[in-house]
């Protein structure tokens, strides 16, 4: 079944995505929040400093960065930037956030194997990014009248991305383990609070989870859409 050359299943996959990525962006939002309010003695920007240092990572620099939830590592220039709130408050979302950006440090440092294929990726995500729904579309009007080559390269564009995102689970998990286990030996926090940073850097796993879902999904309707086209 279709509607203007786009199958129905594509609005299935899509808005169905679309329902869960929203469900778990308002799980994050609401448990870091609620884990906001939980104070400890160490600010993000110390507990960033304290993990570099226990980590023997004396390279990299800590940034405050404005926005919200526009916290990363940065391994071009060695820069764990944080948002203003992660930076300066102290209390235990900041410090998950914190640690976790860290963890990345930790991974550039130690040359993480999935993270140097992430890094190594970026210029033809950015590329695909930028042309790759444009060419799905022309291949896909193209393909009506049997010629599949754009659609194929359109497929491939899409099948980077999505490589893209699912090598970035292991990055992000790995990341937050590496935050979590030097939490807890390093006693930044009590044992409660040690759970409630593992549920929050769980629901922001979960975005990338999601992602990765959706990514692969559309990918599958476009592989079936070309498929159908050569036969």
């Known amino acids: ?9 594509y ?8 329902l869960i990525s929203g469900w778990v962006g308002s799980m994050l939002k609401k448990r870091f929040r609620e884990y906001s309010e939980r104070p400890i003695a ?11 240092s226990d980590e023997g ?7 405050s960065t404005p926005g919200q939830l526009t916290d990363h590592y940065n391994p071009l220039n060695k820069t764990v930037n944080l948002s203003d709130v992660v930076y300066s408050q102290r209390n235990v979302a900041a410090a998950a956030v914190a640690a976790h950006e860290c963890g990345h440090a930790v991974q550039h440092a130690r040359a993480y194997g999935p993270l140097k294929m992430r890094s190594a990726l970026v210029p033809v995500v950015n590329l695909s990014n930028k042309f790759m729904m444009y060419v799905l ?7 009506a009248s049997g010629n599949t080559t754009v659609l194929l390269i359109g497929v491939i564009m899409f099948g980077a991305t ?3 995102s699912f090598i970035t689970l292991p990055v992000e998990f ?3 383990n590496r935050a979590l286990a030097w939490l807890d030996n390093s006693h930044a926090m009590g044992d409660l609070d040690h759970d409630k940073a593992k549920n929050a850097l769980f629901w922001a796993a979960m975005t990338y989870t999601v992602a990765a879902i959706a990514s692969l999904g559309q990918l599958l309707y476009f592989v079936m859409r070309l498929l159908a086209a050569r036969r």
């Open 11 to 18: 609005y299935v996959i899509t808005i169905g995505t679309m």
């Open 42 to 52: 160490m600010s993000g920007a110390e507990i960033a400093a304290k993990m570099l």
């Open 162 to 164: 999505t490589l893209f």
């Open 57 to 63: 990572i004396s390279d990299v620099q800590i940034i």
């Open 174 to 176: 790995d990341a937050s």
């Open 1 to 9: 079944m279709s509607f203007g050359g786009i199958d129905i299943t």
């Open 137 to 143: 579309m022309a291949g896909l009007f193209m393909a």
